[in-house]
T-cell receptor, first 115, second 112 residues
């Protein structure tokens, strides 16, 4: 079964550093997302990406965040200057319409720890 | 997006059927009902989706009454490995975003 993959599984960085989280969505999917989950809290939507552009972003997704699909297979989330409160599990997802229903597939996540 | 309400937690025993009910009084005409499962330190996993009546797949059944203001996820004969958080989500589909808005979910604890 095809799956979404994410690298690295765990990233430790110092406050103020830039990080890039990488995702390889399922190949025939058209919709791409980033979500995050702070430990013990809800899964939160960050951004959706469709047709090579951001289609929607949440309040969390401020100017420190950016997304790219540089080569038609990878989908990246960049945090320019990390803050302690960016520590969370970051999930990439890709989605497709499956006939009469819509399904999003989530990756295993990248645990980001900002020290 | 419609707000959902579901129990914070439920307990069950192996082999039992578990029914988790979700309320979504403000569901819109074009909204679908979707359930996801999440194990600790893993991404959510799609379980089932429906619009009305009953939907069944190899994992679960989803019951939706005619007014669609609630839905019930039914897990037959649960095992220890079904211990997870179960999320009920309501929203439209087919648009350019299709973002998922997660609530706090229901923590199902299955005991031997």
């Amino acid at each position: 079964e095809p799956e979404v993959t994410q690298t690295p599984s765990h990233q430790v960085t110092q406050m103020g550093q830039e990080v890039i989280l990488r995702c390889v969505p399922i190949s025939n999917h058209l919709y791409f997302y980033w979500y995050r989950q702070i430990l013990g809290q809800k899964v939160e939507f960050l951004v959706s990406f469709y047709n090579n552009e951001i289609s929607e972003k949440s309040e969390i997704f401020d100017d420190q965040f950016s997304v790219e699909r540089p080569d038609g297979s990878n989908f990246t989330l960049k945090i320019r200057s990390t803050k302690l409160e960016d520590s969370a599990m970051y999930f990439c997802a890709s989605g497709i319409l499956q006939g009469s229903y819509y399904e999003q597939y989530f990756g295993p996540g990248t645990r980001l720890t900002v020290t | 997006l419609a707000k959902t309400t579901q129990p914070i937690s439920m307990d069950s025993y192996e082999g039992q059927e578990v029914n988790i009910t979700c309320s979504h009084n403000n569901i819109a005409t074009n909204d679908y009902i979707t359930w996801y499962q999440q194990f600790p330190s893993q991404g959510p996993r799609f379980i089932i989706q429906g619009y009305k009546t009953k939907v069944t797949n190899e994992v679960a059944s989803l019951f939706i009454p005619a007014d669609r203001k609630s839905s019930t996820l039914s897990l037959p004969r649960v095992s220890l490995s079904d211990t997870a958080v179960y999320y009920c989500l309501v929203g439209g589909m087919g648009g350019a975003t299709n973002k998922l808005i997660f609530g706090t979910g229901t923590l199902l604890a299955v005991q031997p």
